[in-house]
């Protein structure tokens, strides 16, 4: 008997090792990539004659939802665009490109060409010294990749929290052991005592003594009254394992492009109908067409660095290259910022699936009841991966209809029924239970 | 004690010492098993590596993995555009106006469409003259779903490429320079389509263009050329007609291109105490007969003189009942005035010359504005088809129509097979296509652009509703190809309407679909000049002077086949007829007197089902050997009547190969034959008849009254509330008293009813495919509805009065007394079975009543049926366990059970068993699998949707806004639909009508579908 605590207690350890070990290597893993990207570029030579903070504010305003600093864009790249054209060729450029082309300006035609001819607006309003100002925004350098300080620090407490918990367990089992050890010891110390006194011992009472399955066995009442326990204890784990058949809470299947909707709508704060915008209309909310990515993603090749090295770090996702899958599912040639035709429609895998005999209407819910997306979906803002936060059972959308009151005042819809409802029955509320939302043929048909 | 006696089993037991018992004592079977058959043999059994406890272990593992795998949910994909029309919402329903122009069915119509599907067909209301939207039409979107259609052009049967197809065709084209060659098309009715062939013939003077109509009008629109120069069937607007006097046309089915019955049911409404009235002579029993408030059954041969004794003539030859209902309708038509009209299906062009002038001043017949939809000249196909056979027609190209199979010439396939050209331009690959050297894969309508003048100054545009399925090409795109043109015919058809349209946008023509205009456009079909009364009359049809012995044949269309070119469509196929509820078949009619001389029988088997004899059909040299006989009521005695379309073989699903063909009797391509001979063979036709007792019996189902009670009479009288004897009291059945349940209060939010006027009800049928597209309704095939299992919610009844007509039926019924005897009951119920002679007709549409206090209900052990507030009674086909205690109980017997799974099921093979076909499903209504019970749900997912479209919008839901499937698919106006709680509504009002009732009211089940009591305009003079 001994013998087997003692086993038990050898597993426990080495596996609290394992997991010491095994935190330890990740975190490793993880730190790899960011030491690789610390190497910052160096800045180029700068002619700052302008103001960059305020050439900053000048270029978010006017140019960015065109060029970036530091890749092509709609536009070229403008990072150190002042040592590529001087600066008189660059007044007369932004203030109006076109007559430039039109004049003939052979560089003025080459970049015109280069980028099959996309017309840049005009922007006569800017002044020299905006325009020196912008030019000097525009030797800013790259900087440096974040280093994920922040991400590292998380880690290691991530990690150092997992330590600690096994290190107390380690020390727990270890105290075990020791008193196990010296239980054991002190017993046969005691015995040898014994014999040498030569008190005899012997193992009389156990002998005599029934075991206790034997009279557990004997006694008709207790195996009657433990029978009817179990068999009652396993219809009702039977019975809460076959109710969550076919219930998918928590379903978050690995999608063919990694979306983050903590990004989209959290970080970024995009409304779930900018995308989902069918949700206001019709039944499906919809998954949104690929066109609607690229109204943002047209200009968003890449994620920030911070976001970056957190994907890498938290979530071991390159967001960048899930970006570029898009890219060529949509059919869109980065360089030449231009759509190739070719598209390969994206599968994903469907999360929240109703059965067919169930009826759902999100516009109902969305528009008319004002219901949030987060009231069944969750928490979207804060996942990562997509998952199926509610059970979507009938239960779960009863309880919710027998609570809700329906928006009777500010649909003129309602008008009749609110007017007859407060004079017959004083009702201040009407739940969406009262209005029929129980009823079998409101959801089945 | 013990009995004595003694059992034994055979004889041998008597005898003391049998051997043979000996040994049968020691044996429990008298031959020895043979087990060595499958045991003995040492060999199989050793070389098997499958032992007993191996197949255990499999049985055992397999069941394991199915359990498991059941309990895991599938991966579900869904892959949206990439780049998304702007006006398609996943979830929303878009819909177009767009007009079906096949060469047999003219209308204006609504396409639904969802995720870019065609889902269903709804009439266009903007068109102030929307054509017949007809049961036909309404199936027509599956039709485009259909398997059999032709995936791509075709030359000498082998597939081709368009530019190998345009090649060839124009290398034998100018090839056949002065030879003969026809272009035979349907009528297209197109002002596009005219020019474009005008241009074509004029490019290619040999070829010469013939308007082919399978079913012809060639008399009326002769007589209609002769006297206004236009080739065109005058229009009716039966609306404003006080009296019709209808010689054989059945002017609510396929007469004159059909499309009359909402001005009829307009006509049949009484209002302020006046109704029309209509008087039917016929041979068949035809939907008009049905509706008629008289029908007389005459010989087809007769129709000719009763035409000449309205017209002033003398009755000579006719018996004297039918001379004195001539006497009485022409006196009837000369009080009526400028309201009164004649119409007439003769096929003879004097009688059609004699109907334009005796309307000449009605107020009904519009001949300003004629009707295009029809253009064929019997005379110029027929010699098209002589030319074939004598070798003078060297080529010929048909379009839309399937001569082949159509053409009544014995040898007309091997002729034109032999062609020096033979083209065919079709959907499937027909009769035709399978003989032509040249196939042109068409579009469905559904698929391609195209217009129509359906009626002088209303035209219409065609607009495709989704990408062709298939790699196809419409004829006037061909032939745009063959003339080199750059055009596509959109560009073609847009230049053409640039006159039509005047100032109008295109952009707003097609979004109404319909356009008014008084743009002259040549419709003409080029050499289709003035015809000679006395020549026409010459080669006219002998059928109509009754002069050889036989039977007199009369062949029609019925409404669900039609001229057959949607055979292949399952929704029609299980339709039953409207008059005699049978489905998948055609028969020849005949009276029961014919039937009992000639020892032809129609009999009810074992399981309910109808069966009848085969008769031998003969006509001239042409013998149809097996024709099913379906003794029908009403038809004239020594006249047997026959439905076209059916017995077609080629681009037709095995199942769907039903009936005879009885276009090979279509002699002369006339419907009136005579010297047709038919005698009794043998075998039995099994019929898949959905209504197997045909009278009323004196039951209160139908109410009815004449048109005199209705103004005069006292409504408790004609329309009386059933009573019920409480503490015997009689008290009504209405009352709260008699009541067993707690009132529920419905006064807040909707309650819906559903109106059904039996005076507009014409029993068309078109609600009954609306509602199978809507609901995703299964077809179960013919020996399922044999079986009465078909799955229709909604079935129109049709009952035959046994007696003259129904009031006295019922006074039969009240006069019986005790068991024997003249008035006994034993023998009168025997009799009332039998329906008439010449029966009256009513037709009533039965679907779920949305009982208030509804039977079904209380019994559903799951309740899986449960009332909703808002009138509907809601089945859960997911709740349901498929005990059918519901049917049972349903007094209305309205619940249909899922026998079988019906999709994705190879034993249904029809269209929820292919890909194609399933594109037509309804997205929001579920497909129900075997063993659950469903029935009409009063398509609550319609007034569903009108709701939240409402509540979307914040605003109260308007009067008519609500409709379910049938509702909107009538255009008799028969069935209203909506909110009785809106008292301002049209509902509201009918269901405060003196001639509402309820069906079955006594039973007290308070149903929310009304209908209005039949009025009969009975005034005879």
Known sequence: MKKVTHRSLTTRLSLTLLALLLSFSTLTFGQEPAAADAVADAAPAADLGGDPAAGKTLFNANCASCHKLYAKATGPALFGVGDKYEKEWLYKWIRN?????????????????????????????????????????????????????????????????????????????????????????????????????????????????????????????????????????????????????????????????????????GTNQIDCKYCHSSARKSKHSGIPSLNVCMNCHKNIAQVGDKTYQEGISEYQIDYNKEIQKLYDAVGWDRDNQRYTGETKPVKWVRIHNLPDFAYFNHSQHVTVAGVECQTCHGPVEEMEIMYQYSSLTMGWCINCHRETNVKLESNEYYAKIHESLSKEYDFPTLTAAQNGGLECGKCHY | MASNKKYWKSVEELKDHSPILETLRQNEFVEAIPTDEFLGDEQTMENSSTSRRDFLKFVGFSTAAATLAACEGPVIKSIPYVNAPDEIVPGVANYYATTIADGFDFANVLIKTREGRPIKVESNDMAMHNGSVNARVHASVLSMYDTQRLAGPMIGGEAASWADFDSQMAAKLNGMAGKEVVLLTQTFASPSTSKLIAEFTAKYPNVKHVVYDTVSSSEALDAFQNKFG?????????????????????????????????????????????????????????????????????????????????????????????????????????????????????EDVACQAMVLEMNANSVVMDTAKPRMVRQGNKA???????????????????????????????????????????????????????????????????????????????????????????????????????????????????????????????????????????????????????????????????????????????????????????????????????????????????????AAAKGIINENVANGALNGSYAKVTLGDVTLEKVPVYIQPGQAKGTVGLALGYGQTNAIQKEMQTGVNAYALYNGFNLMQAGVQVEKTSGEHEFACVQLHNTMMGRDIIRETTLDVYKDGDVH???????????????????????????????????????IDLNACTGCGACVIACHAENNVPVVGKSEVRRSRDMHWLRIDRYYSSEEDFAADT?????????????????????????????????????????????????????????????????????????????????????????????????????????????????????????????CSMCIQMTQKTILDAKRDGRPVKDGEFQTACSNACSAGAITFGDINDHSSEIYKKKKDSRMYHLLEAVGTEPNVMYQTKVRNTKES
């Open chain 2, 230 to 346: 236009v080739r065109a069937l005058a229009d009716y607007d039966f609306s404003k007609a006080e009296v019709i006097v209808s010689v054989g046309a059945d002017i609510l089915g396929d007469w004159q291109g059909g499309g009359y019955d909402s001005g009829y049911s307009a006509g049949r409404v009484p209002k302020n105490g006046k109704m029309s009235r209509h008087i039917q002579f016929e041979s068949n029993m035809t939907l008009s007969g049905a509706n008629a408030d008289k029908r007389v059954a005459v010989k087809p041969s007769d129709l000719k003189k009763i035409m000449n004794a309205l017209n002033g003539g003398s009755t000579s030859g006719l018996s004297d009942k039918v001379a004195e209902a001539v006497k009485n309708a022409k006196a009837q038509l000369n009080a009526a005035g400028a309201n009164g009209v004649v119409v007439c299906g003769a």
């Open chain 2, 811 to 935: 006074k039969k019924k009240d006069d019986m007394s005790g068991l024997f005897g003249d008035n006994g009951s034993l023998g009168g119920f025997g009799e009332m079975e039998d329906p008439a002679e010449n029966p009256q007709v009513a037709f009533m549409p039965v679907m779920c009543q949305h009982c208030n206090h509804a039977p079904c209900e209380t019994v559903c052990p799951v309740a899986a049926s449960s009332h909703g507030r808002q009138g509907q009674n809601h089945m859960a086909y997911n709740r349901c366990v498929g005990t059918r205690y519901c049917a049972n109980n349903c007094p209305y017997k309205v619940r249909r059970f899922n026998w079988f799974l019906y999709n994705e099921n190879d034993e249904f093979n029809y269209h929820m068993n292919n890909d194609l076909g399933r594109m037509v499903l309804n997205p929001d209504v579920v497909v129900r699998s075997r063993g659950v019970m469903e029935k």
């Open chain 2, 717 to 755: 009288d004609w329309n009386p509330i059933p009573e019920v004897s409480k503490d015997h009291q009689e008290i009504p059945v209405t009352s709260p008293d008699a009541d067993l349940w707690d009132p529920f209060d419905r006064s807040i939010g909707h309650h819906f009813n559903m109106s």
């Open chain 1, 97 to 265: 490109s076109q007559e430039l082309i039109k004049s003939g300006d052979a560089r003025a035609v080459a970049i015109s060409t280069e980028y099959n001819g996309a017309v840049m607006n005009a922007f006569p309003a800017l002044s020299n010294e905006d325009i020196d100002n912008i030019i000097a925004y525009t030797y800013t350098p790259k900087p440096p990749p974040v280093v994920p300080t922040g991400a590292t620090a998380d880690a290691a407490g991530g990690g150092g929290g997992g330590i600690s918990s096994d290190i107390i367990l380690a020390v727990l089992a270890l105290v075990f052991l020791m008193l196990a050890i010296m239980l054991y010891l002190v017993n046969k110390t005691l015995k040898r005592i014994a014999v040498a006194n030569g008190v005899e011992y012997e193992d009389k009472e156990r002998a005599e003594r029934l075991p206790i399955w034997k009279a557990f066995a004997q006694n008709q009442f207790l195996v009657l009254v433990s029978a009817i326990f179990l068999l009652l204890a396993s219809g009702y784990f039977a019975y809460g394992w076959m109710m969550q058949v076919g219930v998918d809470q928590g379903y978050a299947p690995v999608q063919p492009i990694h979306y983050s909707h903590r990004i989209h709508a």
């Open chain 2, 380 to 594: 110029e196909v027929l010699k098209v088809m002589n030319g074939v056979m004598n070798g003078s027609v060297k080529g010929l190209i048909a379009v839309g129509v399937d001569p082949v199979y159509a053409f009544p010439g014995k040898g007309f396939a091997e002729a034109f097979a032999n062609l020096e050209l033979s083209a065919t331009f079709a959907m499937k690959a027909n009769a035709t296509a399978a003989a032509s050297q040249f196939v042109g894969a068409t579009p469905h309508y559904l698929e391609s652009w195209g217009d129509a003048q359906i009626k002088k100054g209303y035209f219409s545009l065609q607009q495709p509703t989704i990408r062709p399925l298939f790699d196809t090409r419409s004829f006037q795109d061909t032939l745009l190809a063959w003339m080199e043109s750059e055009q596509t015919y959109y560009d073609y058809i847009k230049d053409t309407w640039a006159s039509i349209l005047g100032g109008t946008s295109w952009n707003q023509a097609l979004q109404d679909g319909v356009f008014m205009s008084d743009a002259e456009v040549a419709m003409d079909v080029a050499g289709s000049e003035n015809v000679d009364t006395t020549l026409e009359d010459a080669t006219s049809n002998g059928a109509q002077d009754g002069a050889s012995s036989g039977m007199e044949l009369l062949l029609y269309t019925n409404t669900a086949i039609g001229d057959g070119r949607q055979a292949n469509n399952p929704w029609l196929q299980e339709m039953p007829d409207p008059i005699t509820r049978a489905s998948w078949d055609n028969y020849l009619t005949m009276s029961a007197a014919d």
